[in-house]
């Protein structure tokens, strides 16, 4: 059983920056390709970011990039995400899942198997 925790989540304004961290306690961390995907209320989930197993590969959604930053830090099993120019639009819940891959990024949820609780993103503006 893999288990992912999220946090840094909360309630910031329009131009602020937040950082999500998403922990996998198990020993397979490292061989995995992790990505981030957020929904809002009445929309589908979309694809945020992904990054290889050894952090040398990354892809960002469309709406986001230039904005957001994945990174990994394999020693201590945790992907981050980080968030810059926050605007309402950004506000959701934001998930972090583990690929079935190590090296293959992709965007597409049915890819991963593992998957966080999520943490709420709320952007007031």
């Known amino acids: 059983q893999v288990l992912l925790v999220e946090s840094g989540g909360g309630l910031v304004q329009a131009g602020d920056s937040l950082r999500l961290s998403c922990l996998d306690p198990?020993?397979?961390?490292?061989?995995?390709?992790m990505g981030w995907f957020r929904q809002a209320p009445g929309k589908e989930r979309e694809f945020i970011a992904a990054?290889?197993?050894?952090?040398?590969?990354?892809n960002y959604g469309t709406s986001v990039k230039g904005r957001f930053t994945i990174s990994r830090d394999n020693a201590k099993n945790t992907v981050y995400l980080q968030m810059n120019s926050l605007t309402p639009e950004d506000t959701a819940v934001y998930y972090c899942?583990?690929?079935?891959?190590?090296?293959?990024?992709?965007?597409?949820?049915?890819?991963?198997?593992?998957w966080g609780q999520g943490t709420q993103v709320t952007v007031s503006s």
């Open positions: 899942a583990r690929s079935r891959y190590s090296a293959y990024i992709s965007g597409d949820a049915s890819e991963y198997n593992y």
């Open positions: 198990g020993r397979t961390f490292s061989s995995y390709t």
């Open positions: 990054i290889s197993f050894n952090g040398r590969n990354t």
